[in-house]
């Protein structure tokens, strides 16, 4: 599934115009990306939660010549499905 398709749902949902419901994907992305970037937690219940996780430095290889090297400690973003999601699954 695409914006596009997740769009045309959303709006067939909730009767409003698949623009409308684009924008309101869009901002929903958005602010959750926000928080993210500030590393706060978002929690949609029912759905699961994103969280900001710290990836340590570590040691690595160059794939293409072997050599060691030292990877830098980054941030990403983790999601752990609810347990409602898990049921539907």
């Given at each position: 599934?695409?914006?596009?398709?997740?769009?045309?749902?959303?709006?067939a949902?909730?009767?409003?115009?698949?623009?409308?419901?684009?924008?309101?994907?869009?901002?929903?992305?958005?602010?959750?990306?926000?928080?993210?970037?500030?590393?706060?937690?978002?929690?949609?219940?029912?759905?699961?939660?994103?969280?900001?996780?710290?990836?340590?430095?570590?040691?690595?290889?160059?794939?293409?010549?072997?050599?060691?090297?030292?990877?830098?400690?980054?941030?990403?973003?983790?999601?752990?499905?609810?347990?409602?999601?898990?049921?539907?699954?």
């Amino acid at each position: 599934m695409n914006v596009g398709e997740l769009a045309k749902g959303v709006a067939a949902a909730t009767g409003t115009s698949e623009a409308d419901a684009k924008k309101a994907i869009a901002a929903v992305f958005d602010q959750i990306a926000a928080a993210a970037a500030k590393g706060e937690e978002v929690s949609i219940n029912g759905f699961g939660k994103f969280t900001v996780k710290d990836r340590p430095e570590r040691e690595g290889r160059n794939p293409s010549t072997g050599e060691s090297m030292t990877i830098a400690a980054s941030k990403k973003v983790a999601f752990t499905a609810a347990k409602g999601l898990k049921d539907k699954l």
